[in-house]
């Protein structure tokens, strides 16, 4: 069965803000200049970022792997000048637990290869290195 599609609203507020909206209520405010919330940029990033991390965490728990904890900072590379798009991220996973780096790459090869829905939503030409450090806990 497919999935829904995906339905925001998003309402002007003043300078470039927008609050938006998603099915399920209030969503992040979005702002080109950074100031009032996140900016559209920021927002792919954390998307990116928060896709990848879920897929992560549902293999790994599939596996019962005894994961405790993740942190997950990105990076967003941008062209210089107008439109300053992302031309390629840089995540990187600090995970904690016992959990084998084996599992730990082929988690994060199947969210890249199969389901990270946003990744397969961005440009072909879009650069991705993913990287991560594991600690015992």
Known sequence: MP???VEVSLEWTRDLVFETR???GAGPVL???SLAGTSPVEALALALGSCMGVDLVMILAKGRH???AVLLSVTGHRA???PSS???FALHYQITGAVPDAAI???IDLSRETYCSVWHSL???TALEVTFSRVDG
Do not use: C, F, I, M
């Open 123 to 125: 440009r072909r030409d």
């Open 22 to 24: 998603t099915r399920r």
């Open 31 to 33: 702002d080109g200049d």
């Open 105 to 107: 790459q082929r988690a």
């Open 3 to 5: 999935k829904p599609p």
């Open 86 to 88: 992302v031309t390629g």
């Open 66 to 68: 005894d994961l405790r």
């Open 80 to 82: 210089e000048g107008p």
